[in-house]
Structures are given as C-alpha cells and as structure tokens.
C-alpha cells in the first residue's frame, strides 16, 4: 500500500457547518484500513520515548499532583479539541487520570517531562485512537498542549517527532473502519483506504496554525482545510467553531 498523500489528490476542503447537514445523511461508510494492532501495549508496556530534553512516559496515578498543576492552566487546556477548558477541580482531574489508566486501550496518549527535572510540562498524544468516536473525521486525531512558559523552546518539536514516529511504529492489522466521505472522494465503501492521522486546531490559534505547519512541512499533506461544527465540549456545547486541520498519511505503509 503507498501513502495517502500519493493515492489522492492533496484535497482542500472548506466545510461550512451546514454543509454535511445539507447531503441529509449521515456521510459516514466502512473501508478497509491498515489500522494500528489491537490489543495496544498496556500502560506498563509502553515506551519511555527519549528526546534529547524530554522523556515522554503514560501519566501515572503517582503523577497526580504535576498533572492537577498541568490540567488547570486555561492558557493551554483550552485548546485542547476533546476538552477545550482547564478542569475545574482536584477531582475532575483525578478522574480523567484514573480513565487515562483505565482506557488504555483507546490511547496513545503521554506526559511530556523535562528530563532534567522530572517536571511534567505538558501532555502529548492520541486520546482516542481507537473507538475515535470524538473525531470529527474517523481517523485518529493529535492534541499537543504544553505549559506556557516553555513555548516556543522547540520542546512542542521534540514531543510532535518522538510521538508520531511511535505511533507509525506500532504493529498494524488490516480492519474495517468507518470515514467520512468527503476524506475519501471517489474511493468506494468497502475499498482499501491508506491510512491517515490528523492534526486539527481551532482556526484562530495562530500559535498552533504556525506550529503545525512547521512541523507538518516535511509530511505531504493529503488533505487541509477547514470546517464548522457544533462544538459538542463542555461549557461550549452548541457553539459553532471553526476548526483548521491536516491529514497525513502513514509514511511506513
Ligand atoms: C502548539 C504548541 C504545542 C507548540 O509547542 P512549542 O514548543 O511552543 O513549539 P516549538 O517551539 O517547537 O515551535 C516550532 C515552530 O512552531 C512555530 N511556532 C511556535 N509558536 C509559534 C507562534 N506563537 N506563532 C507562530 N509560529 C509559532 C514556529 O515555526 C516554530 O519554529 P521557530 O521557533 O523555529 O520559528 C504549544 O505552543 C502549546 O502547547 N500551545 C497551547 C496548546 C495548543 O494550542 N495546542 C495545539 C492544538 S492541540
């Protein structure tokens, strides 16, 4: 199988938030993709991935207090694309590291720690690579979020290359999955799809519009654009908002 990028054409799509309603069905089919193996490494199985500053390891119980002092910074939280606001309590966050733990089996999600303190200084990953029922594309989609006194150090770099040459790394399996259509013009429901991962930020965050695109420079790209949808998180619920993105192709496939 080849990339994505060199399957289709590089598709520019611009998706207004009645677009997909307006086709009055729900454009979603089955392909078969090479997909990453299931079951995923347990928590105690993954790997430490070593940066030359960072070491990016799952987010242990043990890790509560960093990971409170992490989740409850609004500067970052609130772009996460799953959450989109600093948790509001000890609680809430404990909880979300006992699902972290818990659902390892829908993740491919890390700390991001400074090797030479141990401090936790951000979070990294796919928080949900598996079921993806919160994407908005089918296809497994990245968060990246550091604490603000360590942006623009080149750490968000280091963290982008060591996660998704992991997660390239992974076994793969051939399974059926479901897409939306647009992603995957002229392709048949049923038919083998090359495999993709996206990168998705709301629009106006220029600082994220600048790091993908640096990062993403060397990945042909075959997909980007932008689209609307009803924004379905916390405290937002039925906003629209307006999502920029990228779909990369599996390099190794
Ligand atoms: C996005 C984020 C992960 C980037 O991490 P970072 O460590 O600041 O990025 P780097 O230092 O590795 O920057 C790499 C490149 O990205 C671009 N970039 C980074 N910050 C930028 C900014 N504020 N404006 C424009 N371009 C920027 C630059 O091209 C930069 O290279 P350069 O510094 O050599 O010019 C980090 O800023 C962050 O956590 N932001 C808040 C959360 C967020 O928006 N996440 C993305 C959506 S999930």
Known sequence: MTT?????????LSLGVDDLANLAVTPWFSYIVNLVECPLPTIPERPHLKTERLILRPILPSDLDAFCELRKIPECQNQSKTRG????????????????????QN??????????????IGEAGLPDCVATATS???WPEAEFLLKPRF????????????????????????????????LVPGIEPGAEVPEGLVFQWEAHNVRASGFFAKVLAQAPAAAEGTF????MRDGRQGEIVRWAGTLIGNPRS
């Not at 491919?108 to 030479?116: I, T």
């Not at 942006?151 to 479901?178: I, K, M």
């Open 228 to 231: 609307e949808s009803r924004d």
């Open 136 to 138: 908005n594309t089918g």
């Open 85 to 104: 606001r600093a948790d509001e309590s000890r609680e809430e966050t404990k909880q979300a590291l006992e699902a972290l733990n818990r659902e390892e």
């Open 4 to 12: 994505l990028a060199k399957d289709l054409p590089n598709l520019q």
């Open 151 to 182: 942006w623009r150090q080149g750490y968000g770099t280091e963290a982008f290359n060591a996660l998704v040459d992991s997660w390239w790394g992974l076994p793969r399996e051939r399974r059926r999955h479901q897409l939306i259509t647009p």
């Open 107 to 120: 993740h491919w999600y890390f700390g991001v720690f400074l090797q030479a303190t141990g401090e936790l």
